[in-house]
């Protein structure tokens, strides 16, 4: 089973970003996708969600209406696209995935985004 995370970086406030997870070794299309976060001394926190194939999505208000989440699972790909990018988004970002009816939990790596002028 491997995540693996792409896309992150130096960004300017303002700015935006594409993060790319690619899933292998498991059922995509039947796992729950999800982006968190975890900034330096902080807690890992939920960033947004989305459903395995309803494509119903949940955002963390502290990100609604800067970030989406997509998938594709012909791509076994999730995407969170960040736009108007502030300092406090800084954080490295972490994809999930979860089987529901099993409670089965993968982790990537996580991929490191930094938001400064």
């Known amino acids: 089973v491997q995540l693996v995370e792409s896309g992150g970086g130096l960004v300017q406030p303002g700015g935006s970003l594409t993060l790319s997870c690619a899933a292998s070794g498991f059922t995509f299309s039947s796992y729950v996708m999800s982006w968190y976060r975890q900034a330096p001394g902080k807690e890992r926190e939920l960033v947004a969600a989305?459903?395995?194939?309803?494509?119903?999505?949940y955002v963390a208000d502290s990100v609604k209406g800067r970030f989406t989440i997509s998938r594709d699972n012909a791509k076994n790909t999730v995407y969170l696209q960040m736009n108007s990018l502030k300092p406090e988004d800084t954080a490295v970002y972490y994809c999930?995935?979860?089987?529901?009816?099993?409670?089965?939990?993968?982790w990537g790596q996580g991929t490191q985004v930094t938001v400064s002028s």
């Open positions: 999930n995935a979860v089987r529901v009816t099993t409670g089965t939990n993968y």
């Open positions: 989305i459903h395995s194939t309803s494509g119903n999505t």
